[in-house]
């Protein structure tokens, strides 16, 4: 059974000169994050997107020479913590375009942080929350259309 998924973007890790000769391959569909990494023990790891929390892009001298760049990823996944989308082309694109599809799986999934929620002072009333920290919210009149109150 072969499944196929929806691709957004995808790359490899960059080494030498800018060329990807590397066995680190990402992509990314509407909902997820995929990192396969490997040649004899292969490996693929996986992020939903509305448990990322924060983006940020480096880009080293050697980068900004080659068109490279390396985008942090700060998650609140379990298995795969805080990671490197590492040495990748058109880095600024890629970031506003994770950034986008993050906000938009946060809204379908009706996530919020708590640091949003501080107003709440331990009254989760419509919400509940998982062991992350992300409170999910109940209530379709708490949301405009952007996940704002």
């Given at each position: 059974?072969s499944?196929?998924?929806?691709?957004?973007?995808?790359?490899?890790?960059?080494?030498?000169?800018?060329?990807?000769?590397?066995?680190?391959?990402?992509?990314?569909?509407p909902?997820?994050?995929?990192?396969?990494?490997?040649?004899?023990?292969?490996?693929?790891?996986?992020?939903?997107?509305?448990r990322?929390?924060?983006?940020?892009?480096?880009?080293?001298?050697?980068?900004?020479l080659?068109?490279?760049?390396?985008?942090?990823c700060?998650?609140g996944?379990k298995?795969?913590?805080?990671?490197?989308?590492?040495n990748?082309?058109?880095p600024?694109?890629?970031?506003?375009?994770?950034?986008?599809?993050?906000?938009?799986?946060?809204?379908?999934?009706?996530?919020?942080?708590?640091?949003?929620?501080?107003?709440?002072?331990?009254d989760?009333?419509?919400?509940?929350?998982?062991?992350?920290?992300?409170?999910?919210?109940?209530?379709?009149?708490?949301?405009?259309d952007?996940?704002h109150?």
């Amino acid at each position: 059974m072969s499944i196929t998924r929806q691709i957004l973007w995808k790359d490899r890790k960059r080494i030498l000169f800018g060329l990807p000769w590397s066995f680190t391959k990402y992509s990314l569909s509407p909902d997820r994050l995929f990192i396969e990494s490997g040649i004899i023990n292969a490996r693929e790891d996986e992020v939903r997107l509305y448990r990322i929390l924060d983006l940020s892009l480096n880009r080293s001298f050697w980068q900004r020479l080659f068109g490279l760049g390396t985008i942090h990823c700060c998650s609140g996944d379990k298995s795969m913590g805080d990671f490197d989308i590492k040495n990748i082309k058109k880095p600024r694109e890629v970031k506003e375009l994770l950034s986008d599809t993050v906000e938009k799986e946060r809204v379908r999934n009706r996530v919020v942080n708590r640091e949003n929620l501080s107003h709440h002072d331990g009254d989760e009333g419509e919400h509940s929350h998982d062991d992350d920290g992300y409170y999910h919210d109940h209530d379709d009149d708490d949301f405009d259309d952007h996940g704002h109150h």
